[in-house]
């Protein structure tokens, strides 16, 4: 079973400059989440999706980052224009829903802004 | 809102040790909880979980964890670790009433002397 993709692996940026990240989860799961780890923390959830449609985004910061999976699969997430406090690895995860509880984390991408 | 601890934020044993690593949680309610792992340049990987039953839960490699529903505690135990257990280690919680959202601990960064 292929896994959860995400690109860019690496990324650095100025700050108030832009940035997009991309995930393909693993086929069929229907839920989708975007988590940010900052360093020497545990990752933190940014916005959670049921198909194309947002469950959760209380913790997304939406003055600057935004989110969409508009067919369902794959997702993008944005941050513009970035702040040197968004410098972290910012992971994608998948699960099936239903079936127990199991997500898939994809490999993260880490961005650094200077 | 819930909340994950995990009190030992480094650890560093010799092999053959035995290892334990703490996690406590803040929620009064039905949980879920889990053990992730991530190996160095890795993506974070699923131990072992908890949903209901035994509350003495084993995963892989070797790895167990035990369920204490009075002390609102989940930790992990190895009986004799080995050079290649070294990585970071992240507790988490879904609670009832936060869908399928994981809470993350800060983590543990393991490090096993050869």
């Known amino acids: 079973e292929a896994g959860v993709a995400q690109s860019p692996r690496y990324k650095i940026i100025e700050k108030r400059q832009s940035v997009a990240f991309w995930c393909n989860p693993i086929?069929?799961?229907?839920?989708l989440y975007w988590y940010q780890q900052i360093l020497g923390q545990g990752p933190k959830l940014l916005i959670q999706?049921?198909?194309?449609?947002?469950?959760?985004d209380s913790q997304l910061p939406k003055d600057r980052f935004s989110a969409e999976r508009l067919k369902g699969v794959d997702s993008t997430l944005k941050i513009q224009p970035a702040k040197l406090e968004d410098s972290a690895v910012y992971l994608c995860?998948?699960?099936?829903?239903?079936?127990?509880?199991?997500?898939?984390f994809g490999s993260g991408t880490r961005l650094t802004v200077v | 809102a819930q909340s994950v601890s995990q009190h030992n934020h480094h650890v560093i044993l010799s092999e053959a040790a035995s290892l334990e690593l703490g996690c406590n949680y803040s929620?009064?309610?039905?949980?879920?909880l889990f053990w992730y792992v991530q190996y160095p340049g890795q993506h974070l990987q699923l131990l072992l979980k908890?949903?209901?039953?035994?509350?003495l839960v084993k995963g892989i490699k070797g790895f167990e964890a035990e369920f204490i529903k009075s002390k609102f505690s989940f930790n992990l135990r190895k009986p004799s670790v080995q050079w290649s257990d070294t990585a970071e280690y992240f507790c988490?919680?879904?609670?009832?009433?936060?869908?399928?959202?994981?809470?993350f601990g800060g983590g543990t960064r393991l490090m096993v002397k050869p």
């Open positions: 995860a998948s699960s099936l829903d239903g079936t127990g509880f199991s997500y898939t």
């Open positions: 086929s069929g799961h229907a839920t």
């Open positions: 999706f049921q198909n194309n449609g947002v469950v959760d």
């Open positions: 929620y009064g309610g039905t949980v879920n």
């Open positions: 908890y949903f209901s039953g035994d509350p």
């Open positions: 988490a919680v879904n609670a009832d009433n936060a869908g399928n959202m994981l809470t």
